[in-house]
T-cell receptor, first 110, second 117 residues
């Protein structure tokens, strides 16, 4: 059983739309990561969250520790945002391994 | 920013042969590197933690004699898939960090798509 659940699995949007990707986990965490995996497979780290909200450009990540839920938002989406977005929680405290969600495949149409 | 280089990007090999994948940290020293495997439409799964100068730590279910890891220097870890079989066909990706575990950013290689015929 994957302890990190993402929704939706697939998402198609028109350019300019506001995107929300959700991530839920079942146990308490010390940190949660959002990653972007490009079509070729390469992975880029977007955010690490332990509380509250972080913003970088058009990307916003929020986390609610009590509800064990995090969201990744993309404002004014663009075709170049098309990728798989993965959330991952750190297992067993700050020194633990990462447990990954299956990812959300985003396609932004021009 | 920190860069992790992984080679090759893709490899096709015959069943029974061995394949070596390299993971290099280009502008920082990494005492620890991580090797992951990803099957299509599945999550990244940690295979092993590579420790410079010592034996790798393998996750449950990962055969250490089949997936040989060598971390001989602070900038290079290699994963060798020995006697590869078609079921080993997968996407393999490494990661490293210039900071202690739990740090802000993670740095990944570009991944290696292995196809075993």
């Amino acid at each position: 059983k994957n302890e990190v659940e993402q929704s939706p699995q697939n998402l198609t949007a028109q350019e300019g739309e506001f995107i929300t990707i959700n991530c839920s986990y079942s146990v308490g965490i010390s940190a949660l990561h959002w990653l972007q995996q490009h079509p070729g497979g390469g992975i880029v780290s977007l955010f690490m969250l332990s509380s509250g909200k972080k913003k970088h450009g058009r990307l916003i990540a929020t986390i609610n520790i009590q509800e064990k839920h995090s969201s990744l938002h993309i404002t004014a989406s663009h075709p170049r945002d098309s990728a798989v977005y993965i959330c991952a929680r750190r297992d067993g405290g700050s020194q633990g391994n990462l447990i990954f969600g299956k990812g959300t495949k985003l396609s932004v149409k021009p | 920013g920190a860069v992790v280089s992984q080679h090759p990007s893709w490899v096709i090999c015959k069943s029974g042969t061995s394949v070596k994948i390299e993971c290099r940290s280009l502008d920082f020293q990494a005492t620890t590197m991580f090797w992951y495997r990803q099957f299509p439409k599945q999550s990244l799964m940690l295979m092993a933690t590579s420790n410079e100068g010592s034996k790798a730590t393998y996750e449950q279910g990962v055969e250490k004699d089949k997936f040989l890891i060598n971390h001989a220097s602070l900038t290079l870890s290699t994963l060798t898939v020995t006697s590869a079989h078609p079921e080993d066909s997968s996407f393999y990706i490494c990661s490293a960090t210039p900071h202690p575990r739990g740090a802000e950013k993670l740095f990944f290689g570009s991944g290696t798509q292995l196809s075993v015929l």
